[in-house]
């Protein structure tokens, strides 16, 4: 359930492992939650926020990291389409 390379690497463990789809939507919705946040506080004090949003998207990476792969190579479920 824990996967220590996708800590490290997060979307760049995801591309490597073939499993682009993921890699990039999990990303993009990072990216936009922060932007989000960006927009509504642009002054910077919610950068404990951004941090946690971060680490949560990191967190998701780590725990989903084995059972993507897994179906990815065993159930040949490749994503989403």
Known sequence: MFN???L?????YYLIKGMWR???LFWLANV????????VEP???W?????????????WFTTRANID?????VLNDNGWW
């Not at 936009?32 to 927009?39: G, P």
């Not at 792969?69 to 190579?73: D, G, L, P, T, V």
């Open 69 to 73: 792969y897994y179906r990815k190579m």
């Open 32 to 39: 936009a939650v922060i932007m989000l946040i960006s927009a």
């Open 47 to 59: 950068n404990s926020l951004k941090i946690g949003v971060n680490l949560a998207a990191t967190a």
């Open 8 to 12: 490290l690497f997060s979307p760049l």
């Open 4 to 6: 220590f390379w996708a």
């Open 22 to 24: 993921k890699a990039l």
């Open 43 to 45: 002054e910077g004090e």
